[in-house]
């Protein structure tokens, strides 16, 4: 596990998603988790993923009630559609910055030392509003006319063929111009 742990370590460091930090009050745990989610391996696994445990955290923040969609609504929109594709944004989360003053609260400490996110990671509470309000600014003069966001899934329609494609090459522009710093 040690190893599981160091080497995804050296990948955020390596990226500049986390850097060392020596003290911080909001210190939280970290856990590795098979693809299951067990945290014990009971089995050979395929790949194993750090999870930090952000239960003080989240108990102490003030929540953010940004309204998420209704995926049977988004469903329901795209089954009236001739042509749609998915994009996945995952990468997306890691990509919106963490304010200075907030970098101390988003620290985690593991056997190598003690590391702090400049970047959002997955666990806080409000990271999925914050990245659906991101999305749907990042997105505006697109969502409900050809896109559809969902999270971290974006569905792009279109009347026939070409404009579905005409579509993704928009989202696409528009993902590659935008400044994620």
């Known amino acids: 596990m040690f190893e599981v742990v160091k080497n995804e370590i050296m990948k955020w460091l390596k990226v500049g998603f986390i850097y ?7 210190v939280s745990p970290i856990h590795v988790k098979n693809k299951q989610g067990e945290e014990l391996q009971t089995r050979l696994t395929i790949g194993w993923r750090v999870c930090i445990d952000y239960k003080k955290l989240n108990l102490a923040t003030k929540k953010d009630h940004y309204p998420l969609p209704f995926i049977n609504q988004i469903l ?11 994009l996945d944004g995952y990468f997306g989360y890691n990509q919106i910055a963490i304010h200075e003053d907030d970098q101390e609260k988003i620290t985690f400490a593991c ?3 003690t590391f702090a996110f ?3 990671p997955f666990g806080l509470c409000n990271a999925p509003a914050t990245f659906q ?3 749907t600014t990042m ?7 050809c896109l559809e966001i969902f999270m971290d899934d974006f ?10 494609l005409s579509n993704l090459s928009k989202v ?10």
């Open 20 to 26: 060392a930090i020596s003290n911080s009050p909001w």
């Open 76 to 86: 329901e929109k795209l089954a009236r559609q001739e042509y749609f594709c998915f």
């Open 111 to 113: 056997l190598i030392r």
């Open 118 to 120: 400049r970047r959002m």
């Open 133 to 135: 309000r991101y999305m």
């Open 139 to 145: 997105f505006s003069n697109l969502v409900n006319d």
């Open 155 to 164: 569905s792009i329609f279109g009347s026939s063929f070409n404009d579905c």
């Open 172 to 181: 696409l522009k528009i993902c590659v111009r935008t400044s994620w710093s």
